[in-house]
């Protein structure tokens, strides 16, 4: 942990030329060390939220005209005095303006120390703050809308109703033991039971939405697989709309993975061509099958490429099964519908779960499309259900599931100290995803992992 008395200086735009920079300044002499090398109004007499025009002066040498912006504490991201200092995007200009202020008082921010200071000194929780990550590291519209969530604390409630909820019966259970000479029952064992069924219900929940949440923020793995020739390549491309992968009618021409990333309604879909499955005819051949049947197990969505024109449903049907794994969504996809009679398109396979395309026309790739989003996310993100995506978080609620199972499993047979222990416990573990219970290594192990000048 650091010295959060001091004043801390970083670049808080990306680094490389642009038409301009922002260096931000944050701790209780940051007005004071800008106003040192700023010429142009007095900044410790100006209001907060307030932007002035002047030049960053070395001595007699001008650096570069800038505008300030002043944030006077408590009003500002940190909740301490911050400046930032827009100035023109010259590499050159940036470090000579940064190496000014060190050397009139500041020191160069740590990874995240921003962010940090914003949690320490109570602008947000710490989980607020980790989303502050997600969000800029966000790459679509619902990673974007989920990170945005929790920054906006809507996870936090949910989490601090139920520690709330929690306390209320642990500090009755405590005042049971102050009593315990007495046997007397403060903590109705009933009313216990209904809230830690209630509690588990809501953690529960959040649980399983880490698998939905986890894929939103990292893209969901698709895999498109069958056999060789099946036009799985070609589909590729039509997703797509561009020639991605290349397409020949000689079987086999995909010896090895492409992966290329899809948005459909604000979701990245990270779709893999695969290999086609067969017994391999050469060594490289056959290390490309074994990667494709790596690349299914670790997806969430196989979409399943069949020519419905050459494969019979006996083979279709046994390819399926062969595929099928526990945990994975399948999609059939009969591919060159426009090379079937109308006889032969009605004795195909029609599930929810099938759809007939021809991937070298584009005929209903659009359709496909929408049976892939629903296929993966449904009625998920309708309305304003919490969406996990923090592996620390779902494992701090599965902790916190543990402990409270073993509340109900005692409640008949322990003692209120023993039931006390396992609620303390799942208070700790809830307070370690906002921050009320903290540690010095696992502030050090989240902020590092920031960009520095956030």
């Known amino acids: 942990m650091t010295n959060h008395e001091e004043t801390i200086v970083a670049l808080a735009t990306p680094t490389g030329i642009g038409a301009i920079g922002v260096i931000r300044l944050s701790g209780p002499d940051a007005i004071i060390i800008a106003n040192k090398v700023f010429k142009g109004k007095d900044l410790t007499r100006q ?94 519209k619902a990673s974007q809308q989920v990170a945005l969530q929790q920054l906006r604390g809507g996870f936090s409630s949910q989490l601090q109703t139920l520690r709330e909820q929690l306390v209320q019966f642990a500090s009755l259970i405590e005042l049971e033991l102050d009593f315990a000479e007495e046997d007397v029952e403060f903590a109705n064992r009933d009313q216990l039971k209904k809230l830690i069924n209630d509690i588990l219900r809501v953690i529960t929940a959040l649980i399983q939405s880490f698998e939905l949440g986890n894929a939103i923020k990292h893209g969901i793995n698709t895999v498109i697989a069958g056999r060789p020739n099946a036009g799985k ?85 046994a390819d399926m099964g062969n595929l099928q794994k526990p945990g994975i969504t399948m999609l059939i996809v009969a591919n060159k519908a426009d090379l079937l009679t109308q006889e032969q398109i009605v004795a195909l396979p029609h599930t929810e779960s099938a759809i007939i395309v021809s991937a070298k026309q584009k005929q209903h790739i659009d359709e496909l499309k929408n049976k892939i989003y629903h296929a993966a996310v449904k009625d998920k993100l309708e309305g304003n259900d919490i969406l996990v995506t923090n592996l620390r978080h779902l494992e701090a609620l599965q902790k916190t599931e543990e402990a409270l199972i073993r509340v109900l499993a005692g409640m008949e047979t322990v003692t209120s100290d023993f039931l006390s222990m396992d609620i303390k416990q799942a208070l700790h573990y809830l307070g370690e995803i906002t921050g009320a219970v903290t540690t010095d290594d696992l502030l050090d192990n989240i902020f590092s992992k920031f960009c520095i000048g956030k």
């Open 47 to 140: 209001a907060s939220h307030t932007i002035h025009f002047g030049s960053i002066t070395d001595g007699n040498m001008v650096l570069d005209e800038v505008l300030m912006s002043l944030f006077v504490a408590p009003r500002s991201y940190t909740r301490e005095n911050v400046v930032e200092i827009s100035c023109h995007g010259s590499n050159y200009i940036i470090e000579s303006i940064i190496k000014l202020l060190i050397k009139n008082g500041a020191r160069s921010a740590k990874a995240g120390e921003f962010t940090l200071r914003a949690f320490l000194n109570g602008q947000l929780d710490l989980s607020q703050a980790e989303a502050v990550a997600d969000l800029i590291a966000s790459n679509s």
């Open 233 to 317: 390549s070609t589909l590729l491309n039509a997703l797509l709309n561009e020639e991605r992968a290349i397409v020949s009618h000689i079987p086999g021409t995909t010896r090895d993975t492409i992966e290329e990333v899809l948005n459909i309604n604000g979701i990245n879909f990270r779709l893999i061509d695969t290999a086609g499955i067969r017994e391999a005819t050469d060594a490289i051949e056959k290390i490309g099958v074994e990667r494709t049947m790596e690349k299914i197990s670790s997806s969430s969505l196989l979409v399943y490429v069949y020519d419905a024109e050459q494969i019979t449903l006996a083979e279709l049907y």
